[in-house]
């Protein structure tokens, strides 16, 4: 839609908006209710904690890299911990493996529950809402009855892990599992059955196949489009390889198979933790590793409850690495909301970011400056360092 003096109508949202609950800007042009252009601003809640890695021991690194984001914290520990030991030419013990991987389950299952009551209030459906977070503190009690913490449980260490499990923690899991797993039945149910709901999400922001593949996706976000793309299965790491997972799909593509696929992963879990639970290996906890770790550079790639996440870590040789960065799973799946809003309705514009399953904190640090009279973004290296800025690609 445009004014008489031929200018478009632009609907900005954020960075501070009520609907949004971390700070981002989305700028919606529409032609009614209907959107012909989206763009996404990011770079409100940049932490530098990237740099800061540079300045601290691989051991305190391990405790700040979980600080990237609270709901997936064990995940990115895992990651940078997987990365340093491939450096420092060690692997964990078998049973650490494990408890690893049980630690990430757990966490996944407490991921989906959370992204499935925030979906179910932008969706309008308060009472799923509390439903999904009444239920989601089973497996915190859980988290926290193994690590003393609910957020950071710190369960890793560089050469392992710091916790063990034991016979009475492997009953109370189970007895959780059991719960959730009967709950979680009951939210399937509603997400593929109630007509308020299913009006929001069937057949809206579909994304073919091609299209996932095209725009980068990962997570559950690609795998509702058919993309095989899982990291424990396609690259299995840590005990994977030893309890191998089924990878849940869809063809579908549409935000309502974004929604079965995350619940169906929840099934998963609850089976792949009774399994590690029966066969735990039984070894030592941690392996020493020395404070140095010799000069090189990895990549160390897991799957994040929202998709690939992949770390690089570069060591000089001493007790602190000379870069760390990670690359996170929205960051990747950004581009599909700015790509599949086209077409859609305004109102369609918060269940579509909340399909993706952001998170604005653990993908924060892109800057863009633009000089007077340069109206596109082809600088030079030169011209990135002159004015201070690292453009991460």
Request: aromatic share 8%; proline share 4%; glycine share 8%.
């Amino acid at each position: 839609m445009t004014n008489s003096s031929g200018e478009k109508f632009v609907v900005p949202i954020g960075p501070q908006h009520p609907a949004l609950k971390e700070p981002g800007q989305f700028q919606f042009t529409v032609d009614g209710e209907i959107v012909t252009g989206a763009s996404i601003r990011l770079g409100f809640v940049h932490r530098g904690i990237e740099k800061a890695c540079e300045s601290r021991n691989y051991t305190q690194d391990l405790y700040l890299l979980e600080r990237v984001c609270g709901i997936c914290s064990h995940v990115h520990a895992t990651a940078f911990a997987l990365g340093v030991e491939k450096l420092a030419g060690v692997e964990a013990p078998p049973r650490a493996e494990a408890i690893r991987v049980l630690g990430g389950e757990l966490e996944r299952i407490h991921s989906h529950l959370l992204w499935l009551g925030v979906a179910a209030h932008e969706g309008g459906f308060d009472t799923l809402f509390m439903y999904t977070w009444r239920d989601r503190e089973v497996v915190m009690d859980l988290l926290e009855s193994i690590s003393g913490s609910r957020v950071h449980y710190s369960l890793n260490v560089i050469g392992g892990v710091k916790y063990d499990i034991t016979d009475k923690m492997a009953d109370e899991i189970r007895r959780g599992m059991d719960f959730l797993e009967e709950r979680t039945h009951y939210y399937m149910k509603v997400v593929t059955t109630d007509d308020t709901f299913v009006g929001r999400t069937r057949g809206v922001g579909i994304m073919t196949k091609e299209h996932a593949e095209r725009l980068g996706a990962v997570g559950p976000t690609a795998r509702a489009s058919g993309v095989e793309r899982d990291i424990r299965f396609n690259a299995p790491y840590s005990a994977y390889k030893e309890f191998p997972i089924n990878m849940i799909m869809d063809t579908t593509g549409d935000l309502e198979a974004r929604f079965i696929v995350r619940i169906k992963e929840l099934f998963e879990c609850y089976r792949l933790i009774r399994e590690i639970l029966d066969n735990l290996p039984e070894s030592d906890l941690t392996v020493k590793v020395k404070r140095r770790i010799p000069a090189g550079e990895v990549i160390s790639r897991v799957e994040a409850p929202r998709g690939e996440l992949l770390y690089y870590i570069q060591s000089d040789g001493s007790d602190m690495p000379a870069r760390v960065k990670a690359r996170t799973p929205s960051l990747c799946n950004w581009a599909t909301i700015s790509d599949v809003a086209i077409g859609h309705k305004l109102a369609d514009m918060p269940m579509l970011l909340v399909g993706i399953d952001p998170c604005f904190s653990c993908n924060d640090r892109l800057v863009q400056v633009n000089r007077p009279n340069q109206t596109d973004l082809n600088w030079s290296w030169d011209d990135l360092r002159r004015y201070g800025i690292e453009y991460y690609r």
